[in-house]
């Protein structure tokens, strides 16, 4: 049963420290996404990745979040310094070229900031 | 920018039915979905519908899509407690790319 993993599942930082989260899209998948999903704003896009490059990382503050996909089995999600305000729970999803309707979420990392 | 729009809150009994609904503004939406999301996990697909259908369904669930209004809505018979979540609806124009969300409607399922 293929899945999208995330790492960390939970994280508890303290404000100006780094946060690295890590997601393992479903083998094949040429498609990465990143969302952030806060109560106030709901789900929002923060970037996606197509064959590991990116299309579109204008939901991000280029100033603190960075996206990378260093292989075609990895991707992360980097904020540094991290704030209070970041806290949330940021989900990944992959799609794969050949089943475009459907994006596959993974389980989230719930990010909570001091 | 495209917008999709839900009503927060939906409290129904056990047994009965429940509609979902769901607005959006993009014209040129392809794909438009509907996700459950359970505390504290992720979201999970539960049925979409291309934008040339009026209708799908899926044993309890039944999705109603009306274009020219751009309303979608859901319903599930025979509501379950265990039908209790968050349901999210969104739209693309390409299943290839980011989905637009609503914020979700949080049903409550009393037995």
């Known amino acids: 049963d293929a899945r999208v993993t995330q790492t960390p599942r939970h994280k508890v930082t303290e404000m100006g420290q780094e946060v690295t989260m890590r997601c393992q899209p479903i083998?094949?998948?040429?498609?990465v996404f990143w969302y952030r999903q806060t109560m106030m704003q709901g789900l929002e896009l923060l970037a996606y990745?197509?064959?590991?490059?990116?299309?579109?990382d204008s939901g991000m503050p280029k100033d603190r979040f960075s996206a990378e996909m260093p292989d075609a089995t990895l991707a992360t999600l980097k904020i540094q310094p991290s704030e209070p305000r970041d806290s949330a729970v940021y989900f990944c999803?992959?799609?794969?070229?050949?089943?475009?309707?459907?994006?596959?979420f993974g389980p989230g990392t719930r990010l909570t900031v001091l | 920018g495209e917008d999709v729009e839900q009503s927060l809150f939906l409290s129904v009994r056990e047994g009965d039915s429940s509609v979902i609904n769901c607005t959006y503004t993009?014209?040129?939406?392809?794909?438009l979905y509907w996700y459950k999301q359970e505390p504290g996990a992720g979201l999970q697909l539960l049925t979409y519908?291309?934008?040339?259908?009026d209708m799908k369904q899926d044993q309890r669930l039944t999705v109603l899509l009306n274009k020219k209004d751009k309303h979608l809505s859901l319903r599930i018979a025979d509501t379950q407690t265990g039908d209790s979540a968050i349901y999210f609806c969104?739209?693309?124009?390409?299943?290839?790319?980011?989905?637009?969300f609503g914020k979700g409607t949080r049903l409550s399922v009393i037995a």
């Open positions: 519908i291309f934008s040339n259908m």
């Open positions: 969104a739209e693309t124009n390409s299943g290839n790319t980011p989905l637009v």
């Open positions: 083998l094949g998948h040429n498609t």
């Open positions: 990745f197509r064959n590991r490059a990116p299309l579109d």
């Open positions: 999803a992959s799609a794969s070229p050949g089943e475009v309707r459907r994006q596959f």
């Open positions: 993009d014209s040129s939406s392809t794909y």
